[in-house]
Structure formats: structure tokens, C-alpha cells
């Protein structure tokens, strides 16, 4: 049995850096992925013809060196490849309620894109498809 997750999508907002009473440093940021919206196993249009697309948001959680490397490199925007697993947690509120939440624990992040800030030394290597072709 396994956990394994793989998103490839857009950071959401800048990634935030917090570390624990323990000193493990934590890295969280938001991860958009998009798919077309299908109806009867068909893919729907808007009125010009382009695809509607469904967006997904998912928070992304990493770790000590990798969380620096994300913090360090990352930005709102950019696209990146994560490989994962999903953790779930459950909490009681101040109002006694039951809490539950997801995330993706990321154990690697790739770059697909470079930041907004280094597009200017080389657009030409900046990947500029915003759709996945299906």
C-alpha cells in the first residue's frame, strides 16, 4: 500500500516560513491545479470556444532544506511539480467542534518555471503555455 501524490500546478501565494518550539523549519504554500470541466464525458466550452476550466486549491507542506529551497526560490505564480503524500488531521475547535484538514506533505519540488524576478535575464527559457493540452 502506498501514498503517493503528484501535482503540477501554479503557486498560489508566496510561500510562508515558520519554525516549531523544536526548531523544525516549515514551509506552506498554495498549489492550484485546473482541469476541464466535463459534462456527459464531454468537455465544456464558453461562448468563445475556450475550455471552462475547474481549479483546485491544495496546501502544500514542506520541510527543513526543501522548505528553504522553496522559500528561498519560490513565488506566487510560478509553476512547479510536486511529488507527495496527502495528511490528513483532525482538532477540536474553541467550540468543541470536530476539525478535520488535508495537505500534501511534500518530499520533492520540482521547477517548471523560473520567478518572475529571473524571467527577465532569459525569457526564452521561461515556459509560457498556460494550458495543458488534453
Known sequence: MQN???????IGQTPEVRTTQGGTKITNFSLATSR?????????????GYRVMDTEWHRITCFNGL??????HCEKGM????HGRIHYTK??????NDRYGCEIIAEKVDFLSRPKSAEN????????DDEIPF
Open 36 to 48: 476541464p470541466r466535463l459534462s456527459e464525458g464531454r468537455v465544456l466550452r464558453d461562448e468563445n
Open 91 to 96: 482538532w477540536i475547535d474553541s467550540m468543541g
Open 67 to 72: 522548505g528553504k529551497t522553496v522559500a528561498e
Open 4 to 10: 503517493i501524490v503528484i501535482l503540477a500546478g501554479n
Open 121 to 128: 535575464d532569459n525569457p526564452e527559457l521561461v515556459d509560457r
Open 79 to 82: 509553476k512547479v511539480l510536486v
